[in-house]
């Protein structure tokens, strides 16, 4: 069942969008200022773990934007994003945009590989 081209392009449009979302969080964990400080502390989280997860949330989002490797990068966000629902839970903060953003991250991979769609039908054919 192939994908017809304007869904392809919609899918390619989501997942850049979701893909430019991690960059900048990652790109802000990198210039490590102050607001990314308080931020951090917050959420209870050490300083020196800033540039792990900056590392971390950058590869995941790199292996998610390779074609060959999406299926990988999605399984790999979707576990930073577990652990970002958890830690923001648990300090009592809102986590809805980052339950917004996994099932973005698994919309945009399904409406643009096919493979993906034969593993996981919504419907019967």
């Known amino acids: 069942m192939a994908t017809s081209g304007k869904i392809v392009w919609v899918a390619r449009a989501i997942s850049i969008l979701v893909s430019l979302f991690f960059l900048l969080s990652a790109f802000l964990k990198f210039k490590d200022g102050p607001d990314v400080m308080k931020g951090i502390a917050h959420?209870?989280?050490?300083?020196?773990?800033?540039?792990?997860?900056?590392?971390l949330e950058l590869a995941c989002v790199v292996v998610y934007l390779i074609p060959a490797t999406s299926v990988l990068g999605a399984i790999l966000l979707t576990g930073y994003i577990g652990g970002t629902i958890c830690?923001?839970?648990?300090?009592?903060?809102?986590?809805?945009?980052?339950?917004?953003?996994?099932?973005?991250?698994?919309?945009?991979?399904?409406?643009?590989?096919?493979?993906?769609?034969?593993?996981?039908?919504l419907r019967k054919q």
């Open 87 to 121: 830690t923001t839970w648990r300090v009592g903060d809102p986590f809805v945009l980052n339950i917004v953003l996994g099932v973005l991250v698994w919309l945009g991979l399904y409406l643009r590989e096919d493979r993906l769609k034969a593993l996981i039908p």
């Open 43 to 55: 959420l209870g989280i050490p300083e020196s773990m800033v540039l792990p997860l900056a590392i």
